[in-house]
């Protein structure tokens, strides 16, 4: 039969499952997939995938029986299984040559086309694989009102299929793709959940849910750059400067007419007019102080009320080293991107047709480094308007306190003067919010029977009324992800962050008829 599958399908699964179950006490699963797809050659379309799963109902064991009747159930299980990834580009190979127009006119006056050379196509490409082990138990307890499941599990994925390394330029192409990459996922998960009915009629339900899960770069090629993948990377991550304040006045030197005295500086250090590379700067009062001339760019100079980065290599400059991992300069990993500590409370009541539920939920951990006006003050006047958070909170003479720094127009970068990557306006996307908040009311069926209905129930219903957030009052959602919406994950609103539809808070009255 699979050889017959084998000839005419090419995307195809066979499975064979075996079960095993000994005085439902012990329980086993095995299973095994032969699974085939066209996408890669012959010699390698066709792959075998098992998995296994085991439990063991514990609490049907005799010295057990000291745990009853607290103890309804208890089962503790694992189980091991691997699968192939086919969500693979179908032209993988395929070599093909990149198309582009130069700034050359022809002699119909039109920009040139031109060609590259031929991309370069490994010939061993093959599945990536996925194995998954998971460990857990589930147990219900007090008459099975109460119950707990808890699963601890590993993802790794094998054979990614990423760029190679140790490609020389001179080979006048990119590095071809192959199976180099491996990351591994690590989570769990814990839910909890209530239900019971009083003796009067009363009933209550309670649910809540708490993951958290993190994903590291096990394998890849030899890149040890910061702003790249590498081994032992947490997926997610971001690589900033430390904040220590802003400057002050007190902080520079001033002449007898009351300006600004200036200097030239050249790797965090005073140095002589004219030297090669050197930038003029405010003059620090501190004799010891650290010029941020690797940060300075343009007209901007640092002075009173611009943020003051932390020399974190104490070499007495500002930089950014080899950019590697070994040495980042004085960036360090200030956040990370991916939500961490999920969790969900689920709440509800019922009593003499009057029903009561709220449903909430939350992340627990989270930053971004934010893009766009909402984020960064002064990110492009185009833009439009300055959220009143930043608008009523930025430094002046007046205002030494304040948390903004000084306005200066960031010509549409986010990664620049006052808003390098850094600490202290790092995003803090952590929330509580209170998704759904309903109370209904059913007629009594002695009613609703002499009118030939099985159920009449009126309602209202509160959505996304109350968010507890961590923004300092900034107008984006908690939940955004900077240039994602759910109609377009490619560039949304060119990556600024808060700028699509927010969620929306909305009332709403029903009635529910069942005939």
Do not use: C
Request: overall charge neutral; cysteine-free.
């Amino acid at each position: 039969l699979l050889r017959y599958l084998k000839k005419i399908f090419y995307n195809s699964v066979a499975e064979l499952r075996i079960n095993y179950n000994y005085k439902e006490k012990y329980l086993l699963e095995a299973n095994l997939r032969y699974d085939g797809t066209s996408k890669f050659p012959s010699g390698m379309k066709w792959r075998w995938f098992p998995s296994f799963s085991a439990g063991w109902r514990l609490s049907e064991e005799a010295f057990m029986e000291w745990a009853k009747p607290a103890l309804n159930s208890l089962k503790l299980r694992g189980s091991w299984g691997i699968i192939g990834d086919q969500t693979v580009d179908n032209g993988l190979y395929v070599s093909s040559l990149g198309t582009g127009q130069v700034n050359w006119l022809g002699a119909d006056g039109q920009k040139l086309f031109y060609r590259g050379t031929p991309s370069a196509v490994a010939s061993s490409i093959t599945w990536q694989d996925i194995a998954t082990l998971d460990l857990g138990f589930d147990a219900r307890f007090f008459h099975g009102d109460f119950g707990v499941t808890f699963d601890w599990y590993q993802r790794d994925t094998r054979n990614m299929i990423v760029p190679g390394s140790g490609i020389a330029y001179t080979f006048g192409a990119a590095a071809p793709k192959g199976n180099y990459g491996s990351l591994r996922t690590r989570g769990w998960e814990v839910s909890l959940d209530y239900n019971h009915r009083f003796n009067n009629g009363l009933g209550i339900n309670a649910m809540f849910t708490l993951s958290d899960a993190q994903t590291e770069i096990t394998e890849y090629s030899d890149t040890r750059l910061i702003s790249d993948y590498y081994v032992g990377k947490k997926y997610g991550e971001i690589w900033g400067y430390r904040t220590e304040r802003l400057y002050q006045k007190d902080d520079f030197v001033y002449d007898n007419n009351g300006e600004l005295v200036t200097v030239w500086a050249l790797n965090g250090k005073e140095v002589a007019a004219g030297t090669p590379g050197a930038k003029e700067m405010n003059k620090l009062k501190d004799p010891n102080g650290v010029y941020q001339d690797f940060l300075q760019s343009g007209d901007f100079k640092f002075g009173p009320g611009d943020v003051k980065y932390a020399d974190l290599n104490g070499d007495g400059k500002l930089g950014n080293g080899a950019g590697t991992v070994e040495d980042p300069g004085d960036k360090e990993i200030i956040g990370n991107e991916t939500p961490r500590f999920e969790y969900g409370i689920r709440l509800g009541a019922d009593y003499k047709g009057f029903d009561f539920s709220i449903f909430m939920q939350g992340v627990g951990k989270r930053q971004i480094w934010g893009n766009g006006f909402l984020a960064i003050p002064g990110y492009n006047t185009a833009d439009g308007a300055i959220p009143d958070a930043i608008a009523s909170d930025y430094w002046t003479e007046e205002n030494t306190g304040a948390f903004y720094a000084r306005p200066w127009n960031q010509s549409g970068s986010n990664d620049a003067y006052n808003y390098y990557k850094q600490s202290r306006y790092l995003l803090d996307m952590s929330y509580f919010r209170i998704k759904n908040i309903t109370l209904g009311y059913s007629l009594p069926e002695n009613i609703i029977k002499k009118v030939r209905m099985q159920k009449a129930r009126i309602y209202l219903a509160l959505e996304n009324f109350f968010t507890f957030d961590n923004l300092n009052g900034l107008p984006i959602d908690p939940e955004a992800i900077s240039g994602y919406s759910m109609f377009n994950a490619e560039n949304y609103n060119s990556g600024r962050t808060g700028v699509g539809t927010p969620t929306f808070k909305s009332v709403s009255v029903g009635v529910q008829l069942n005939f």
